[in-house]
């Protein structure tokens, strides 16, 4: 298995502008988490969905922020309008039934 | 409230010397218990995790974690650290139920070998 795809790898965009980051998680599993990771906060769950449903949204930030899974092998986290203080790196994971994740190599959002 | 500790947020050590990062956790169940280690550059990869059975786990590249119920405690260890192992290290445990699982995590230990 291609473990979990994140694209793009990097993203440098300019304050203001809407960004869309995407993942496809393991075949099989059937959880899939949103995580952000910065220096000063760590690393911060975002939003986790069971069977395509989100389960806890309570880690997105604020309404700029919203997360779609229409389907078992693809997730997207966007970010609209973005911010300078949404620069970060987004790691998506995914794991069947939740407690063993696996992750994907990130996406460094730098935002301008 | 579930937590996770990790009190040392950098440990450096000399390469061939043993290491013990610590972790901590609260939760009132019985834990699922996970080390994640994260290369610079990179996602996070298991090294290896309790679920229940043998307090002591094996994981990959050599390490190894004990399962202390009675302090809470899930140490991590290696008997001999190679450069290669600097790296950040997060303890994790697993909240939920019923294949319906989310990780608290640790703030992270960074380790840093010192040659």
């Known amino acids: 298995d291609a473990g979990v795809i994140q694209s793009p790898r990097h993203e440098v965009t300019e304050m203001g502008q809407e960004v869309t980051l995407r993942c496809k998680p393991i075949s099989g599993h059937n959880s899939l988490f949103w995580y952000r990771q910065t220096m000063m906060r760590g690393l911060e769950l975002l939003i986790y969905?069971?069977?395509?449903?989100?389960?806890?949204d309570s880690g997105m930030p604020e309404d700029r922020f919203s997360a779609k899974m229409p389907n078992a092998s693809f997730s997207t986290l966007k970010i609209q309008p973005s911010e300078p203080r949404d620069s970060a790196v987004y790691f998506c994971?995914?794991?069947?039934?939740?407690?063993?994740?696996?992750f994907g190599a990130g996406t460094r959002l730098s935002v301008l | 409230a579930q937590s996770v500790t990790q009190p040392d947020i950098h440990i450096t050590v000399s390469e061939g010397a043993s290491l013990e990062l610590r972790c901590n956790y609260s939760?009132?169940?019985?834990?699922?218990l996970f080390w994640y280690v994260q290369s610079p550059g990179q996602g996070l990869q298991l090294l290896l995790k309790?679920?229940?059975?043998d307090t002591l786990v094996q994981g990959i590249k050599g390490f190894e974690a004990e399962f202390k119920r009675s302090q809470s405690s899930f140490n991590l260890r290696k008997p001999s650290v190679h450069w290669s192992d600097a790296a950040e290290y997060f303890c994790?445990?697993?909240?939920?139920?019923?294949?319906?699982?989310?990780?608290?995590w640790g703030a992270g230990t960074k380790l840093i070998i010192k040659p």
């Open positions: 309790y679920f229940s059975g």
């Open positions: 969905f069971n069977n395509n449903v989100p389960i806890d």
């Open positions: 939760y009132g169940a019985t834990p699922y």
């Open positions: 994790a445990v697993a909240i939920g139920s019923n294949s319906n699982y989310q990780l608290i």
């Open positions: 994971a995914s794991s069947l039934g939740g407690n063993i994740q696996y």
